[in-house]
């Protein structure tokens, strides 16, 4: 009943309506609902069963603060009750996020997603075979690229990549001379994953795969090389800001830098807009669902002829709507939250501690071109979550070391 439940979560966490007809308005409420009746009976079953015990570490400890101060933003917020209804599912994606880590092992919960996101992937290519109206975009600049059962290209292509990562990183099952099926399987869904990953025209589902694998090779590499890549990477910081830095040109659209130009298809427009009023909301921000109200939506398209109100980057969104506590708050519980893996990636030799790398990972570099961490139901900034609280228990398990808090032992149910 736990795993059918996780799987639930991570479903509706997949599901993305079609906002944009009447029936699609309604049924992103009814996911919202469905949403946090589910957390809800996750984290009831989870007190229940284990109690309330949250580990003090600082991966934790900051990682709670942050959401938590997200949530609160809402009390000097503009953005009225579309704030607090913000913040509520905030508050329940955090406490299901620890509901489940106590739940579940890492080792237990990773499946259970990868089969959620396969299943999720075929399903997309084959409503664009069939569907074509449904699975393939049309608006403008996006005609032909796949969306399939996403809401848009870009989630297309950011699961294909989590799917391709997790093939390569998941352990095979079987005997090792029985495997010919499992190895024909992964061929399969990674056929699909790169068919969907390609045809979506995703850059930054393409980034995402190129910086999981990446992690995955990172990850599988002898401890010395580890080192040497990790202080090569330390010492060459200072050379490259130094030689980044004066070709940095920032225009309406595009980004360049060392000669070569990055169309970030008016993300760069949207980022100066909001950073040019933070002003006197430095401190604090303007609050969860603070910032895009409708006379500053109104303002903007007055000024550049069109508005969307989503600053395409993580980072940017935290920093305006939780001004530099909030973007303190965040980059404290990602500095935990990598040097955990990085002490312990090198050291154990897991693949589903390697994949959860991956996966960290890309999340922490997709925010740069896409907003996941302002999306408290997207199926990216849950999993960021429960990958993030599930890791201190299970780092603890698998090296033998008692974790103070209670949560090195989860109880163990089979997924």
Known sequence: MESFAL????ILSLWAPDVTTAFGAKAELLKYALFLAASGLIIVH???TRG????????????????????LSAFWSEGSTNAFIKAMLVLSAMLVSIAIA??????????????????????????????????IETGWELEGDWRGIAGQKNGLGYISALVLVATLA????????????????RLAIMSVAAICLVNSGSRGGLLA????????????????????????????????????????????????????TINTSNRTTLWFYGLDQLGHRM??????????????????????????DNFHNGYITILIGGGIVGILLLLLAILFIVLLFMVSIGNLRDPYLTLAFG????????????????RSTSPQFIMFLILAFALRPYVSRIAGVPDASGLAHPKAVPA
């Open 102 to 135: 106590r739940m579940k092992r890492m080792d237990e919960i990773l499946p259970i997603l990868y089969r959620c996101l396969v299943v999720f992937v075929v399903l997309s290519l084959i409503v664009v075979i069939l569907f074509p109206g449904r699975g």
């Open 170 to 185: 998941l352990p095979l099952s079987g005997k090792p001379g029985q495997r010919w099926g499992a190895w024909l399987s």
């Open 52 to 71: 309330l015990t949250v580990s003090l570490a600082g991966d934790w400890t900051f990682l709670i603060a942050f959401l938590s101060y997200t949530a």
């Open 283 to 308: 401190l604090l921000g303007f609050g969860i669902e603070g910032f895009w109200t409708p006379e500053r939506i109104q303002a903007f398209k007055d000024i550049y002829g069109w508005v969307l």
């Open 359 to 374: 996966y960290t990972n890309m999340f922490l570099v997709g925010n740069l071109v896409e907003n996941e961490l302002g």
């Open 209 to 260: 795969a190129g910086v999981g694998i990446g992690s995955i090779v990172l990850a599988h590499l002898p401890r010395v090389m580890q080192r040497v890549v990790f202080l090569v990477s330390i010492a060459l910081v200072v050379p490259l800001v130094n030689l980044i830095v004066p070709t940095l040109e920032l225009t309406a659209d595009k980004i360049g830098v060392l000669g070569t």
């Open 7 to 10: 799987y639930a979560l991570f």
């Open 46 to 48: 989870s007190y229940r």
